[in-house]
């Protein structure tokens, strides 16, 4: 006769390493998100790593290239979070997150929301990274008051941050910081309209 505890215990030790992987890969991805700097963002990335846009079709922006655009986001203090885990799987992971920053949330626009595939190897290394926004408002509506009244009165400072024939954004570490200064004192300015 077979012991009930002895198929407790193995059924128990079955269950335990059938999901070791999924919750692997969930714990990979909380302290991905989670990164508090450039640096340690960029631990998590395997070095053949690639990140595709809508879908993934010839080649990705690679680690490198990551890593510059990354100064632009950590100095802007990204809080990102992770929604809801969709699938999690041996080697993949597909969730749905949100991110905000000192920017976004100086102009008041409520984020950027996402869902993404992530491919992680056996070592613990994010190889590829799939992003599909699901929020379609632009921040450029909630940064157009912002644009005017800088205009208005402080149009040097606005250049080195921002190119008004293209309206784009100056995407480096010091013009995110400068942005910060800029939109800090266009709010002070405006305090009745845009206090919380």
Same mark, same amino acid.
């Given at each position: 006769m077979i012991d009930p505890k002895l198929v407790l215990i193995t059924t128990f030790i079955a269950f335990r390493c059938a999901n070791r992987e %999924?919750? *692997?890969? /969930?714990? =990979?991805?909380?302290?991905?998100?989670?990164? #508090?700097? *450039? !640096?340690e963002h960029l631990d998590h990335l395997s070095t053949d790593y690639e990140l595709h846009f809508g879908s993934v079709t010839g080649k990705g922006i690679n680690k490198s290239q990551l890593a510059n655009l990354l100064k632009w986001d950590y100095a802007l203090n990204p809080d990102r979070q992770i929604l809801e885990f969709i699938k999690l799987a041996r080697d993949t992971v597909i969730l749905r997150s949100k991110e905000e920053n000192d920017f976004s949330k100086l102009i008041k626009y409520p984020g950027w929301e996402s869902v993404?595939?992530?491919? =992680?190897? /056996?070592?613990? +290394? !994010?190889? &590829?990274? &799939?992003?599909? %926004?699901?929020?379609e408002t #632009?921040?450029? %509506?909630? @940064?157009? %008051?912002? =644009? /005017?009244? &800088?205009?208005?009165?402080?149009? &040097?400072r606005l250049a080195e941050v921002y190119? @008004?024939?293209?309206?784009? @954004? =100056?995407?480096? #570490?010091? $013009?995110?910081?400068?942005?910060?200064? +800029? +939109? *800090?004192?266009?709010?002070? $300015?405006? @305090?009745?309209t845009y206090r919380k």
């Open positions: %999924p919750n *692997r890969n /969930e714990h =990979i991805l909380t302290q991905f998100y989670n990164s #508090s700097s *450039r !640096i993404n595939t992530y491919v =992680i190897d /056996e070592r613990g +290394l !994010i190889k &590829l990274q &799939l992003y599909q %926004p699901r929020n #632009s921040y450029k %509506p909630y @940064l157009k %008051p912002a =644009i /005017e009244w &800088l205009v208005a009165h402080d149009s &040097l190119d @008004l024939k293209d309206k784009a @954004l =100056i995407q480096d #570490s010091v $013009s995110a910081t400068k942005w910060i200064k +800029l +939109l *800090r004192e266009w709010r002070a $300015s405006n @305090l009745p």
